[in-house]
T-cell receptor, first 115, second 115 residues
Framework: SQQGEEDPQALSIQEGENATMNCSYKTSINNLQWYRQNSGRGLVHLIL?????REKHSGRLRVTLDTSKKSSSLLITASRAADTASYFC???????????????FGQGTILTVHP | EPEVTQTPSHQVTQMGQEVILRCVPISNHLYFYWYRQILGQKVEFLVS????????KSEIFDDQFSVERPDGSNFTLKIRSTKLEDSAMYFC?????????????FGDGTRLSIL
């Protein structure tokens, strides 16, 4: 498999429920980011977690990072219909500290929140 | 909030023709990127650009592709002789700095259809 694989591929929940999406990656990283993409739109940055951080919060979002397992999770609490979108993790390449910002994206999780 | 804008939103071109996709990055950003997303597939990095030169490019970014910042505000991607497999959404992104700990701001993309 490739850098940045999310699961599940699709997730369908009711409004008010929590949604958890997972991401696994292969190589060592400096940072991991999560992006959201609404249908027909560009990607919107949600949150960035550094390789020396284990958990980060932003509003209803909680991201965890386990570098030993090369995995991350994104939790959206109290989901809303407006959270319906595709969610992608993106990793950089820790190439000896040199990084020009190239991001490697996963396949994404399609989240549907039913009102 | 400042946005990355891309034009056109949809471009239809005959195979073998040249196409130029245009982007206006956020004004105080210094690093610029092109990504593409073939329907149903991952977002893939093409190229990063800083200080009027390419910082990094992927294997996809072959001699048919070129980028330019012609006038200090626009950032263009040119495909010299388009192929059917170039059909995809092309996203421009920019960031204030080129380090991987910077969020990238994406435009809404140009849908390129090669006939």
């Amino acid at each position: 498999s490739q850098q940045g694989e999310e699961d599940p591929q699709a997730l369908s929940i009711q409004e008010g429920e929590n949604a958890t999406m997972n991401c696994s990656y292969k190589t060592s990283i400096n940072n991991l980011q999560w992006y959201r993409q609404n249908s027909g739109r560009g990607l919107v940055h949600l949150i960035l977690i550094r390789s020396n951080e284990r958990e980060k919060h932003s509003g209803r979002l909680r991201v965890t990072l386990d570098t030993s397992k090369k995995s991350s999770s994104l939790l959206i609490t109290a989901s809303r219909a407006a959270d319906t979108a595709s969610y992608f993790c993106a990793t950089d390449a820790n190439a000896g500290g040199t990084s020009y910002g190239k991001l490697t994206f996963g396949q994404g999780t399609i989240l549907t929140v039913h009102p | 909030e400042p946005e990355v804008t891309q034009t056109p939103s949809h471009q239809v071109t005959q195979m073998g023709q040249e196409v130029i996709l245009r982007c206006v990055p956020i004004s105080n950003h210094l690093y610029f990127y092109w990504y593409r997303q073939i329907l149903g597939q991952k977002v893939e990095f093409l190229v990063s650009f800083y200080n009027n030169e390419i910082s990094e490019k992927s294997e996809i970014f072959d001699d048919q592709f070129s980028v330019e910042r012609p006038d200090g505000s626009n950032f263009t991607l040119k495909i010299r002789s388009t192929k059917l497999e170039d059909s995809a959404m092309y996203f421009c992104a920019s960031s204030r700095r080129g380090r991987s700990n910077q969020p990238q701001h994406f435009g809404d993309g140009t849908r390129l259809s090669i006939l």
